[in-house]
T-cell receptor, first 113, second 113 residues
């Protein structure tokens, strides 16, 4: 399978705990994006990387959220001190530079109890 | 502020008929528009796109129309098939924003046999 993969697919955690999600983009895609989707809404942009550089962060990305893409390959999204409002589907997407279409992974569903 | 809006949360059509999904936007800097389809428990799948220099793009049963003066686009599916039943998201991007996508809320399409 050569699509975008995300792990884990589901995560249940207690309020206050830290969680980390991983995204493996399509090989050789140098742009990688993170989005968050809540029930009844479309995906909302969080941040994106071009290779290893984080080029843009949304104001939705509070200081409890941090994303990395070491070596420009896979990426991780960490949420510290989770809150119930963080419960959502976290989607990762990738594309080659100058390509408008983005290719999405299956997402990680986070439930904060 | 919601820069991309899909005012119809749901649409139901008969198999073989035309499905028309609508989308409005407010940001005049958007210059590329995309439609994604999403099945439950999966990430969004790219369907069709259109650049702001065109007013129509066709791919098989799917046609997207863009009316820049009205800031409106629509997706036509002809003929509709039961397998088309899914949530459809309209998305837009500005070249200057690094290709982040701004999504609408989605329209649930149900095609009845």
């Amino acid at each position: 399978d050569t699509g975008v993969s995300q792990n884990p697919r589901h995560k249940i955690t207690k309020r206050g705990q830290n969680v980390t999600f991983r995204c493996d983009p399509i090989s050789e895609h140098n742009r990688l994006y993170w989005y968050r989707q809540t029930l009844g809404q479309g995906p909302e942009f969080l941040t994106y990387f071009q290779n290893e550089a984080q080029l843009e962060k949304s104001r939705l990305l509070s200081d409890r959220f941090s994303a990395e893409r070491p070596k420009g390959s896979f990426s991780t999204l960490e949420i510290q001190r989770t809150e119930q409002g963080d419960s959502a589907m976290y989607l990762c997407a990738s594309n080659p530079f100058s390509y408008n279409e983005q290719f999405f992974g299956p997402g990680t569903r986070l439930t904060v109890l | 502020d919601q820069q991309v809006k899909q005012n119809s949360p749901s649409l139901s059509v008969q198999e073989g008929r035309i499905s028309i999904l609508n989308c409005d936007y407010t940001n005049s800097m958007f210059d590329y528009f995309l439609w994604y389809k999403k099945y439950p428990a999966e990430g969004p799948t790219f369907l069709i796109s259109i650049s702001s220099i065109k007013d129509k793009n066709e791919d098989g049963r799917f046609t997207v129309f863009l009316n820049k003066s009205a800031k409106h686009l629509s997706l036509h599916i002809v003929p509709s098939q039961p397998g088309d039943s899914a949530v459809y998201f309209c998305a837009a991007s500005e070249e200057t924003s690094g290709s982040r996508l701004t999504f609408g809320e989605g329209t649930q399409l149900t095609v009845n046999p």
